[in-house]
């Protein structure tokens, strides 16, 4: 499904987020990105979310470059992708249901199937009957698994979930991570960057390590 060939990524004034970066990931696989703060996991992410571009090699997602497809295509390319971040990035002048609603909205569904969508992707991270509440009324685990129903809303084939658990504790933390390998369990490619080490042994995933913007580890 995914693929990168020789990525690499350089920013403005000639730093290095990634170097020459290579692999596969197959459908319906799970798997963690790691590494040391700034060692190029969030670039990575951005990369196959098509938020950026690389600099030089290939981003395949189901055999198309996705980091060379024009501006136009990009929106048609990250249905593909539910993408999580550690920071939610919700609205938080709108309710539960309207941000969970949003990518629905923008890919022009009717507003029966929204609400049925919403309503399902809520009762899989545990959160209907909170429809009408705003974000900031919800602790940080509450607003993270809003950030989860938003991303699968659109029945993605693939999720890519940056640092998820980063400001949780150990028992939210496990509850998050169980939510995504309920999602794999039904075929969902899963890509999930953490710099929670022992977190990623425990759960026994294969686990891609980055250094410097290199990919040093491939395992599992």
């Known amino acids: 499904m995914l693929q990168l060939?020789?990525?690499?990524?350089?920013?403005?004034?000639?730093?290095?987020?990634?170097?020459n970066v290579s692999f596969e990931l197959q459908n319906g696989e799970m798997a963690f990105l790691t590494g040391h703060s700034g060692a190029g996991k969030s670039t990575l992410l951005k990369l196959i979310a098509v938020l950026e571009r690389s600099t030089q090699g290939q981003v395949m997602l189901d055999n198309q470059n996705i980091g060379r497809i024009s501006q136009r295509l990009v929106p048609y390319a990250r249905r593909k992708i539910g993408m999580i971040f550690q920071d939610h990035r919700l609205l938080h002048d709108h309710t539960v249901f309207d941000n969970v609603a949003l990518p629905l909205i923008i890919a022009g569904f009717d507003r029966h199937e929204i609400k049925r969508r919403v309503r399902a992707s809520l009762d899989k991270?545990?959160?209907?009957?909170?429809?009408?509440?705003?974000?900031?009324?919800?602790s940080g685990g509450e607003q993270q698994r809003i950030g989860i129903a938003r991303a699968v809303v659109n029945r993605p084939p693939m999720i890519l979930a940056d640092e998820p658990t980063g400001n949780l504790d150990p028992e939210l933390s496990a509850e998050i991570m169980g939510l995504f390998e309920q999602f794999n369990q039904v075929?969902?490619?899963?890509?999930?960057?953490?710099?929670?080490?022992?977190?990623?042994?425990?759960?026994?995933?294969?686990?891609?390590?980055?250094s410097?913007?290199?990919?040093?580890?491939?395992r599992g």
Request: proline share 2%; no cysteine.
């Open 5 to 19: 060939l020789n990525v690499s990524k350089r920013y403005h004034g000639g730093a290095d987020a990634l170097k």
């Open 187 to 210: 075929g969902v490619t899963v890509l999930i960057a953490s710099h929670d080490i022992s977190l990623i042994q425990r759960m026994g995933y294969r686990t891609l390590e980055l």
């Open 125 to 138: 991270v545990g959160l209907l009957g909170k429809e009408q509440r705003y974000p900031i009324t919800l």
């Open 212 to 218: 410097q913007g290199e990919l040093v580890n491939n």
